[in-house]
């Protein structure tokens, strides 16, 4: 039997194709930030805690590819650089501007999964679970980034509505690539 346009199983593989490529490219971001910042400073540590939390989030993604037999999206090598340049730059602006990325970067994952649970209803119990899970976790990482002065980065709101529009050409992007 053949998948009908609007089948659940061909919109959840695109969204595990998509999730993965989001959580690869937030371990990239704060691998970037922390080779600039170090391990040392009250920001790095908090990076380093949600980093491990990012490549939680892609381990899961990644298994989840590997039993149901989704494909990576092409542009990993892309993401892969992009990430590292995007978390590095910031760093090295400030560890404010750090923290700026961080909150752009995980608003807009907010909204897509928040998006994606809507979507998916009731059609996929695992992927929803581990989404709104997941969600929980990026919305604490957005709040930890506000409270460590993401919003007083120099052009804060140019900063973040840069971030806020590449994250949303990654995500459309990876859907289908």
Request: net charge negative; charged share 25%; proline share 4%.
């Amino acid at each position: 039997m053949s998948w009908k346009p609007g089948d659940a199983r061909r919109a959840s593989r695109s969204m595990i194709r998509v999730d993965q490529a989001g959580e690869f490219g937030a371990t990239r971001i704060y691998a970037g930030q922390l080779a600039v910042l170090g391990d040392r400073s009250p920001a790095a540590r908090a990076i380093a805690g949600m980093a491990n939390q990012e490549e939680r989030h892609r381990a899961f993604f990644d298994a989840m590819m590997a039993r149901r037999g989704v494909r990576p999206t092409l542009l990993e090598p892309i993401w892969n650089v992009a990430g590292f340049a995007l978390g590095a730059v910031t760093a090295a602006i400030s560890p404010e501007a750090a923290m700026a990325c961080t909150a752009a970067v995980e608003t807009e994952i907010d909204k897509h999964y928040e998006d994606q649970l809507v979507a998916l209803g009731d059609s996929d119990p695992e992927l929803t679970d581990a989404i709104r899970d997941f969600q929980a976790e990026e919305v604490e990482h957005r709040e930890t980034a506000l409270a460590a002065g993401a919003e007083s980065a120099v052009g804060y709101p140019v900063l973040s509505g840069l971030i806020r529009l590449g994250c949303k050409v990654a995500i459309a992007t990876a859907k289908r690539i």
